[in-house]
């Protein structure tokens, strides 16, 4: 089992910054992907970003390529989300999840966080 604890968000102005962790616990021995999603009111659920269990490989879905970047580090059992330039249309509770392998999918991924609410104002 893997635990997933998000931290980070909160309220930001459009044009702001913000930087999500998202801290992993229990069998994090065994090598896992890990992803972004987000999820606003009324949406389905949507991939973010994605990175591997060595940082080699990365993905990101093109509303957030050039704004948002994904890293990681291992030392310390955390994955980083940095946003940049946050527009309204970010805003959005956003998840971390684990998985055996790099995806885009949310049904791909095993292990899921509570999320943690970003709000962008105008």
């Known amino acids: 089992q893997v635990q997933l604890v998000e931290s980070g968000g909160g309220l930001a102005q459009a044009g702001g910054s913000l930087r999500l962790s998202c801290a992993a616990s229990?069998?994090?021995?065994?090598?896992?992907?890990t992803g972004w999603f987000r999820q606003a009111p009324g949406k389905e659920r949507e991939f973010v970003a994605a990175?591997?269990?060595?940082?080699?490989?990365?993905d990101y879905a093109d509303s957030v390529k050039g704004r948002f970047t994904i890293s990681r580090d291992n030392a310390k059992n955390t994955v980083y989300l940095r946003m940049n330039s946050l527009k309204p249309e970010d805003t959005a509770v956003y998840y971390c999840?684990?998985?055996?392998?790099?995806?885009?999918?949310?049904?791909?991924?095993?292990?899921w966080g509570q999320g943690t609410q970003v709000t962008v104002s105008s």
């Open positions: 999840a684990a998985n055996f392998q790099l995806a885009n999918q949310p049904n791909e991924y095993r292990y």
């Open positions: 229990g069998r994090t021995s065994i090598s896992y992907a």
């Open positions: 990175i591997s269990w060595s940082g080699a490989r990365t």
